[in-house]
């Protein structure tokens, strides 16, 4: 995975295009190197260490070694689900300068398709949404990246993978 967010990151730091982004707080530019740069943190991000013993009694070293493999295990789970959630929010916050990036595309494809007011989507990821369903109506299939299906055959091996990690711990 980081693999690929980092060839994401540099994708989107290469191009260096803007768009703007109007919402009820007011108008921001998204620049496509911001998105890259949530990437890019995702890709890098090696740990988040988490340290259970830390607010432990003063007397932990007295502790049998069954309780203090109990709670070393705790810090080897909690560090691995912190990276993983962690990696996951840097990767939503990129995502979401994403769906601004293309939000303004969706008021002339609402109004070209005749989108009735109360059927207009509001949020910048529901717009997105509705603008990659109108690119795969239009161009079918053609629409998808080049091995798009063996970039998810990828991605379920991996989250295949982390299942088995989670559920046999």
Known sequence: MSEHLIEASLAASY?????????????????????????KLAAQLEKVEINTWKFES????????????????HSEHYTNHAT????????????EEAFRFVDHLYAPLAAAKGVAKKDIKRASNMRAVVLLDDVFERMGG????????????NFISLFNRYKAEVYCQ
């Not at 191009?15 to 990437?39: K, M, V």
């Not at 053609?142 to 055959?153: D, I, L, R, S």
Request: a negative charge.
């Open 15 to 39: 191009l260096g295009n803007t768009s703007t982004y109007e919402s009820e707080h007011g108008i921001a530019t998204i620049r496509t190197e911001t998105i890259g740069d949530w990437f």
């Open 58 to 73: 003063s007397e932990a070293s007295l502790y049998c070694g069954t309780v203090a493999d109990n709670i070393d295990a």
């Open 84 to 95: 993983a959630l962690t990696r996951f929010m840097f990767v939503c916050n990129g995502l």
């Open 142 to 153: 053609q629409a998808a990246p080049q091995e798009f299906e063996h970039h998810c055959g």
